[in-house]
């Protein structure tokens, strides 16, 4: 605006400096033009001013376009700023719309340097971190990042350096809930010359779509397995076209055509069909019906062989696409056998030759006579006449076995699936199954044995891999951590259940099996099952519905539950796999009191610190109301005798009127207000004391010796009445602490263990208190257990918060506990929480790091 002005100010002079010198011109040339007869007389007199005439003319007449210059220029320089004004108004608008969008993104976006240092976060990454922005800013990404994608992200983070600049990855971090997939849209931001100045990334959870993906993925491949390990003929293909989509191994053999021949043509375009009205007729049924079972058609081989044929088909969905699955039953053989017995003996040879068993025959003395092409290949021959005439013996692998055999039949006269070992041409053995029996003429007599024979390698191979099978899930089974059980779905009835499962119930196994969950009363809420079982009838399976469970010992217990229908030869169980999640319950329960810890914490600094002034004024004016009326006072003495009154009387009069005790009483209130401020600051920042390495038994003894010589429970608690019980561990860590201050959170654990079992008749051998002490995976492990009366749960979650007490009124202040938890979780980096049950005593448990710099890292995290 002041540019503006500035330049209307140049605009007036200009046309003001114009006016004057118009002005000048017009009077010359009128000077000079009005004594036209004089000109020449006066020319040497008059030649200068009318020249000065004409120049300031001339003059006038650039000014005149200057001024026009400038108007106009003006003009455009207004229409300019105006133009600029709107422009950074809409770009202040832009940019506070693109803030407002960014802050309220559910998808994550940062900005980053070359080295990975972050320049900006929003606020989803923070809280999907758990992080503040000042923690974030200035660190490095690549922390956050699973090891194991690392260098994926550095690989694909290379598309940044070459147009288009921008790069897709996939990777796992780590944020407040664990280990999730992110998937980031990284752009770089180019500066001048084209050098990449910083990288901007948006990101989004995908942990869900790579969870699905893998179940998919592992469900498509166990299709895939089954489909082309199936001894069946299989077929799968589009059900508009009849395009071949994945055909198996078995169909290829039985086809005669290649897969790569198969594939991506129609069935009547490879020419299978003897009749292709039969395959329309069957489309037509599977279309109306979904699926169809034995159809018969004739199909044609690459040889040109008609082949009869058993078709069924149903349509499934894969990749999300709808498609026909055909299995092909090929009853050639059979047919063609019955046909051949039906007509003549002569065709009955023909079977004989063609069967995929072994069809042979001996005469009385043992001697081969008859020998299907089948036996000649099964034992490794190239010609029957090698094998006819020679006594049966020379085939057995073992003799002994031969007679066993022969035995049976003597006495049976007819043996099915005897297992032998035969002996093959090269002396392999080969392990067969027969079904033999005498033969006879018309008239009974003997003639010799006959029978089949089937190699039965493959089948005992099948079985025995069908045995590691099983063994190895009967060994999943009962190794499993988690409990396990196979129930009958409809009674409950329990079929089986592992080693996990009868210490996560508390039961023996033999107590369990053959009984239903309902009857040994497991379930603490009878409908919980029967939610779980119609589920499961409705969605096929149910995963982590979360199921309360009753012990033996009556004691509750909460299970995650998933479980599914399995089929175990043709019956149906319900398989159903407990995981014990109170760890994972008290877990999260004190996440939550942690976090509610830390604002109480927060509020009980503010108002301690208003509390103090007053506070401080009331102790000292009742300090000085004391010294005002002391008798002895010199000071006192004067004022009294100048206004004549009587020290001593007044002295009496005071305690007449229990005046001085009303002092003491105030004196006293405000000390203990003053303690508990002194809490109240305790509670909400972390010690400053100087730490150093301690022996957790003797701050433990030393607590011991104050709680016992403690007036206040001396007076109402006789703590020297209860029984101490120490149970320490040997070779104890040593940590790193505080120990006044753990010191009285031992203190307040006794004083608190005391003051309950005081409320309550205690049972036989009195009140008692149980101190262990033992190294842990975390650092050393301390718990104070009471046999008191215990605490329901309503009270056990709330028993850490400040100001939160069960005592009657006048005992204690409800801050011991919340300061001990404060001492311990935020002042020391451990863990501290309490396990409690109705008439079940207390045991308050503490977890503290060897390190003290560790477990505040640790507990930092936690918190975080």
Not at 83 to 112: A, P
Not at 291 to 311: C, H, N, Q, Y
């Amino acid at each position: 605006m002041s540019r503006i002005k500035i330049d209307g100010k140049h605009a007036a002079l200009s046309l003001a400096f114009f006016v004057f010198f118009l002005i000048l011109s017009v009077l010359s040339a009128t000077d000079a033009y009005a004594t036209p007869t004089n000109l020449v007389v006066t020319a040497d007199q008059n030649m200068p001013w009318s020249m000065i005439a004409s120049g300031f003319g001339f003059l006038s007449l650039v000014l005149l376009g200057v001024f026009l210059w400038n108007f106009v220029l003006h003009r455009r320089v207004r229409e300019k700023t105006a133009l600029l004004e709107e422009y950074v108004r809409e770009e202040h608008d832009n940019g506070e719309k693109y803030r407002l969008l960014i802050e309220h993104q559910t998808d994550l976006v940062v900005k980053v340097d070359m080295a990975g240092r972050f320049l900006y976060v929003s606020p989803a990454y923070c809280h999907a971190f758990g992080k503040t922005e000042e923690d974030l800013l200035n660190s490095t990404f690549m922390p956050l990042i699973h090891p194991d994608d690392l260098a994926a992200t550095e690989e694909a983070m290379k598309a940044l350096f070459v147009p288009p600049h921008t790069a897709y990855m996939e990777q796992r971090a780590m944020t407040v809930d664990g280990w999730r997939w992110m998937a980031w849209n990284d752009s770089a931001i180019l500066g001048a010359g084209g050098k990449i100045e910083a990288i901007v990334g948006v990101g989004r959870d995908i942990s869900e779509r790579k969870q699905a993906e893998e179940l998919l993925r592992q469900s498509e491949e166990r299709f895939a397995k089954a489909f082309h390990s199936s001894p069946a003929p299989l077929i799968i293909s589009d059900i508009a076209t009849g395009r071949f989509i994945d055909v198996n191994a078995r169909w290829v053999d039985m086809l005669g055509h290649a897969k790569e021949e198969q594939i991506g043509r129609t069935s009547k375009e490879v020419g299978i069909w003897a009749d292709p009205r039969q395959r329309d007729e069957a489309i037509q049924i599977l279309r109306k019906e979904g699926s169809f079972k034995e159809f018969p058609i004739e199909f044609l081989t690459r040889t040109g062989d008609v082949r009869s044929a058993l078709w069924s088909a149903e349509i499934i969905s894969l990749q999300g696409r709808e498609v026909m699955l055909s299995l092909i039953l090929d009853y050639t053989e059979r047919k063609r056998a019955e046909e051949a017995l039906r007509t003549s003996e002569k065709l009955y040879r023909s079977v004989i030759d063609n069967i995929h068993d072994v069809f042979y025959r001996t005469d009385a003395q043992g001697r081969l006579v008859m020998l299907s092409p089948s036996g000649v290949r099964l034992l490794g021959y190239e010609r029957v006449e090698e094998m006819l005439g020679r006594s049966n013996e020379d085939f057995w692998f073992d003799p002994m076995a031969r007679r066993e055999f022969l035995e049976c039949i003597q006495r049976e006269g007819f043996v099915a699936d005897f297992e032998v070992v035969l002996k093959r041409k090269d002396g392999e053995p080969v392990l067969v199954a027969t079904s033999s029996g005498f033969y006879r003429d018309e008239a009974g007599t003997v003639l010799g044995v006959e029978g089949i024979f089937r190699d039965i390698t493959e089948r005992k191979r099948t079985e025995e891999r069908l045995r590691q099978s099983e063994e190895k899930f009967s060994r999943l089974f009962k190794l499993s951590p988690d409990a396990i059980s196979l129930s009958e779905p409809d009674s409950g009835l329990l079929v089986e259940v592992n080693d996990a499962y009868a210490k996560l119930t508390g039961y023996e196994k033999s107590e369990l099996v053959g009984r239903s969950s309902l009857e040994l009363g497991l379930f603490v809420n009878p409908e919980g099952r029967r939610r779980v079982v119609e589920r499961l009838k409705t969605s096929g399976q149910v995963n982590n519905m979360e199921v309360k469970f009753r012990r033996k010992d009556g004691t509750h217990v909460q299970c995650s539950v998933s479980c599914q229908f399995i089929t175990i030869g043709k019956e149906r169980f319900l398989l159903a796999v407990m995981r014990d999640v109170t760890e994972f319950k008290r877990m999260q329960e004190m996440m939550i009191q942690s976090e509610k810890m830390v604002s109480v914490g927060g509020i009980a600094a503010g108002i301690a610190h208003e509390i103090n002034n007053p506070l401080g004024i009331i102790v000292q004016t009742a300090q000085n109301l004391v010294q005002r009326i002391r008798p002895d006072f010199k000071r006192n003495i004067e004022v009294a005798e100048s206004i004549g009154l009587d020290m001593a009387l007044l002295e009496k009069y005071m305690q007449a009127r229990k005046i001085l005790p009303f002092v003491q009483d105030m004196q006293a209130a405000a000390v203990r207000a003053a303690d508990i401020i002194r809490h109240m600051l305790d509670f909400s920042r972390r010690g400053e004391s100087r730490r150093s390495l301690c022996a957790l038994p003797v701050i433990v003894d030393r607590a011991l010796i104050l709680a016992q010589n403690d007036y206040d429970l001396k007076k109402n608690f006789d703590f020297k009445r209860i029984g101490i019980i120490k149970d320490y561990a040997e070779e104890l860590a040593q940590i790193e602490c505080t120990e006044t201050e753990l010191e009285q959170v031992f203190l307040n654990l006794l004083r608190n263990a005391a003051q309950a079992m005081s409320l309550v008749e205690l049972p036989q051998g009195g009140p008692k208190i149980v101190i262990r002490l033992s190294n842990s995976p975390f650092g050393v492990r301390s718990e104070v257990e009471d046999n008191g009366p215990g605490m329901p749960d309503e009270v056990r979650r709330r028993v850490f918060e400040p100001f939160y007490t069960t005592k009657p009124p006048g005992i204690g202040t409800g801050l011991g506990l919340s300061v001990s938890y404060f001492i311990v979780t935020r002042g020391h980096g451990g863990k501290m929480w309490v396990e409690s049950a109705p008439g079940a005593g207390a045991r308050f448990i503490m977890e503290l790091p060897v390190s003290a710099a560790q477990g505040e890292r640790e507990s930092d995290v936690a918190s975080e």
